[in-house]
Structures are given as C-alpha cells and as structure tokens.
C-alpha cells in the first residue's frame, strides 16, 4: 500500500476565497485516518485534492513514492466512495462493481469474477442482479464500498459515507467498514463531521477549523488533551465545559462562578495571580453533589436530560455561567433544585489566549508552546519552539 504526504497544500478558488491553507500533513500506510470538522472547514476539499476532484493551488500531494499532484483522478491508484455512493441506477449491483475493472480494461470474465467474488465478500451475492433503486441504503452503501475494493487501490477515500443512514444502521456501518480496512490493510482517509464516528473508528485524526489543521493525533489525545478552545468545545458527544476565570492570589486556585477551583496538576506553576484563564472540564469529569461543598461551583438545575445510564443536568450559576454534569442514575435532580459540581483535578485542563497551559513532562522541558492563533503543526505538535517555563 502506501502513505499520503501533503507539503504545504493550498487551494484558492476564484475571488480569492482560501479553503485550505499551506497543510502539511502525513497519513501513514495503513491507517484509518478521518478529517474532523464544523460544515465548511476545508475537510472534503482537502479529500478531493487528493483524488484529484480538485485542483491544488500550490504545495505537493505524494501517494507513496509518486508525486501525484499533477496527474489525473484516474492516474492515482485510488478509489472514492461519496455521500450519495453515486452508484450507475440503470446497472445491477455486478455491473457497478465490476465498472471500474471495465475502465482499466480487464477481460469482461475476469472483471465478472472478480465482482462477483468481492459482492460475496461484503454479503451481496444474492443482490448481485439487482439495481440500485431496489436496495436498502445500507445495501447501496456496501455496493459502494464493493465498487471500490474491487480494483485493489493503494488509498480509500471516503466522502461521509454513513451519512445517509438511520442511527442503528450507521453504527452497524462503522464497525462493518473499520473491521474491513482492518482486513484489507488499505490506506484510508475518512472524511466525516461526526466526532463520536471520528473517535470511534479513526487510529488518527485531524480536527479542521476554516481550511487549517488546529489538531492533530490519536482519539484519545485530542478527547483527552485538546491543543485549543475550539478543538475542545468541538470534542466530545457533550460538549466540554469552558468557563471563563481567574487565577486566585498566590496562584493556586481559579476563581470560576463564584467558587474558586483548583488549577489543573498539568498546569500548576504556569499562571500567575489575576491572570486571565478558560477553565475547561468535560461533563462526565464533574461529581454531583446534592449538599454544599467547599471549594465546588453551585447552580440552580435548569435542564435535566435522560441519557439512558445518566443524565445531563444542566446548571445555572453565578454570573449568568452555565455548567453541565453528567449524574448517574442513582441520583434524581429536579428542575428548579439546587445543586454543587466538583471537578476532578486530574480531568480538569486551562486554557490561556485559546491554548492549552500544560506542564512540562519533565524538569526543564516544555510539553507545549502557546501559539496566539492556537493552530499546530501537521504532527500534532506546535510550530514554534518556544518553552513554557515550569
């Protein structure tokens, strides 16, 4: 298979309007890699610059060993699956598949096999006779893919594929689709405006924000350690908390809504008293409390809703502040009541000019620079080589 290499990847369109902006990024052979983001933000640009759809306005785009950038969709060696599978309506499911073979001039028996074998890997065999207007959309999705294993391309490139599905369906979908790239080993590129699929089923991913990468690394970093506000309030199926404060006197608290809360371990030693912060918790890493609680943030209960296991209660603080809590559900909150959220230290992250604050790893070393536009380079890590003072 191969890797994707973009250096300083631009595209312009006419009037001057930037879509995307100098990328530098590498999806590595192998791997399932999704472009994350708000409508708008460049991510299926970015996809059809790679395939070709489009074309670059400067920078590079290599598959492999082979700078691409100029050459047509059809010379790249991959295979694209849109929103709307874009199947042939007046062809059966074999003659959909096999069309790409057709293209490349493989013999019409071996094209026939090889369609007919790769419908009975994906569970069509029986469906191979029939056109796309019979099929469920999960069927139609799954011809799509089929359409694009069948010619054995080095890169997949798939356009929200799922989108079209009903809520069940999509999650059968993803587990189906991440098992089959697991399988086939092929270099893939999802482009999606999902983040619990993005989550779900990416080895990496990169968070985009009006045609630049504002992050990028595993699942699990990006959830866990957020590099900017934006990425942070983008994450997460309920959105993280960001609540604007203050650092206390001393340096050892922050003064949100009314409660001063402790500075973050990862951040301790790295503001300074009156300074200016975003205080930043997700709703699951609050404790609910039904009593007073020294040191806690204390709100009215305005919202609660049922999410199944727990619930999302949503509080109404001091100085018109809104916090969420996630509450299990031996714990019954009523509109109206009153009720104290505490933070646990160790979830609990700051964030000055829109960057995260974090400690250094080890003495003498910084694990983050600021930037004041919060954007990071393609792996992941700032730009600027600037150290945080521990």
């Given at each position: 298979?191969?890797?994707?290499?973009?250096?300083?990847?631009?595209?312009?369109?006419?009037?001057?309007?930037?879509?995307?902006?100098?990328?530098?990024?590498?999806?590595?052979?192998?791997?399932?890699?999704?472009?994350?983001?708000?409508?708008?933000?460049?991510?299926?640009?970015?996809?059809?610059?790679?395939?070709?759809?489009?074309?670059?306005?400067?920078?590079?785009?290599?598959?492999?060993?082979?700078?691409?950038?100029?050459?047509?969709?059809?010379?790249?060696?991959?295979?694209?699956v849109f929103q709307d599978y874009a199947l042939f309506p007046h062809m059966t499911v074999e003659e959909n598949i096999a069309y790409p073979l057709k293209i490349?001039?493989?013999?019409?028996?071996?094209?026939?096999?090889?369609?007919?074998?790769?419908?009975?890997?994906?569970?069509?065999?029986?469906?191979?006779?029939?056109?796309?207007?019979?099929?469920?959309?999960?069927?139609?999705?799954?011809?799509?893919?089929?359409?694009?294993?069948?010619?054995?391309?080095?890169?997949?490139?798939?356009?929200?594929?799922?989108?079209?599905?009903?809520?069940?369906?999509?999650?059968?979908?993803?587990?189906?689709?991440?098992?089959?790239?697991?399988?086939?080993?092929?270099?893939?590129?999802?482009?999606?405006?999902?983040?619990?699929?993005?989550?779900?089923?990416?080895d990496r991913l990169a968070v985009m924000e009006g045609g630049e990468l504002r992050q990028v690394g595993t699942p699990t970093e990006v959830f866990r350690r957020?590099?900017?506000?934006?990425?942070?309030?983008?994450?997460?199926?309920?959105?993280?908390?960001?609540?604007?404060?203050?650092?206390?006197?001393?340096?050892?608290?922050?003064?949100?809504?009314?409660?001063?809360?402790?500075?973050?371990?990862?951040?301790?030693?790295?503001?300074?008293?009156?300074?200016?912060?975003?205080?930043?918790?997700?709703?699951?890493?609050?404790?609910?409390?039904?009593?007073?609680?020294?040191?806690?943030?204390?709100?009215?209960?305005?919202?609660?809703?049922?999410?199944?296991?727990?619930?999302?209660?949503?509080?109404?603080?001091?100085?018109?502040?809104?916090?969420?809590?996630?509450?299990?559900?031996?714990?019954?909150?009523?509109?109206?009541?009153?009720?104290?959220?505490?933070?646990?230290?160790?979830?609990?992250?700051?964030?000055?000019?829109?960057?995260?604050?974090?400690?250094?790893?080890?003495?003498?070393?910084?694990?983050?620079?600021?930037?004041?536009?919060?954007?990071?380079?393609?792996?992941?890590?700032?730009?600027?080589?600037?150290?945080?003072?521990?």
């Amino acid at each position: 298979m191969a890797d994707i290499t973009l250096n300083r990847l631009a595209k312009v369109y006419p009037g001057g309007v930037r879509a995307l902006h100098d990328l530098d990024l590498t999806v590595r052979d192998g791997e399932f890699f999704a472009l994350l983001g708000p409508s708008g933000c460049g991510k299926s640009t970015l996809l059809r610059t790679i395939a070709g759809l489009e074309t670059a306005s400067g920078g590079t785009v290599r598959i492999g060993d082979r700078d691409v950038t100029a050459l047509q969709p059809g010379e790249r060696d991959i295979a694209m699956v849109f929103q709307d599978y874009a199947l042939f309506p007046h062809m059966t499911v074999e003659e959909n598949i096999a069309y790409p073979l057709k293209i490349k001039k493989v013999s019409r028996a071996e094209r026939a096999a090889k369609a007919r074998e790769t419908a009975e890997e994906l569970g069509l065999g029986h469906l191979s006779e029939r056109r796309p207007g019979q099929l469920s959309g999960g069927q139609q999705q799954r011809a799509a893919l089929a359409r694009a294993m069948a010619c054995h391309p080095q890169v997949f490139l798939f356009d929200e594929p799922l989108s079209n599905l009903d809520a069940r369906m999509r999650l059968e979908a993803r587990t189906f689709l991440k098992k089959l790239q697991r399988e086939l080993g092929v270099t893939t590129v999802f482009v999606t405006h999902d983040q619990a699929e993005a989550l779900a089923m990416a080895d990496r991913l990169a968070v985009m924000e009006g045609g630049e990468l504002r992050q990028v690394g595993t699942p699990t970093e990006v959830f866990r350690r957020p590099a900017s506000t934006f990425v942070a309030s983008f994450i997460g199926s309920t959105p993280m908390n960001l609540v604007d404060g203050e650092v206390t006197a001393g340096g050892g608290g922050v003064r949100v809504a009314g409660a001063e809360l402790p500075i973050p371990d990862a951040a301790s030693g790295l503001t300074a008293a009156g300074e200016k912060v975003v205080y930043g918790i997700r709703p699951e890493y609050l404790r609910w409390s039904g009593t007073a609680v020294e040191g806690a943030v204390a709100g009215t209960v305005s919202v609660v809703e049922n999410l199944g296991s727990a619930q999302l209660v949503t509080l109404e603080c001091d100085g018109e502040v809104s916090v969420q809590v996630v509450v299990d559900e031996d714990h019954e909150p009523e509109p109206g009541g009153r009720g104290w959220a505490v933070p646990r230290n160790d979830r609990a992250l700051l964030y000055r000019d829109g960057n995260l604050v974090t400690a250094p790893a080890d003495a003498g070393r910084a694990d983050r620079a600021d930037r004041a536009d919060g954007a990071d380079g393609a792996d992941g890590e700032p730009d600027t080589a600037q150290a945080v003072p521990s």
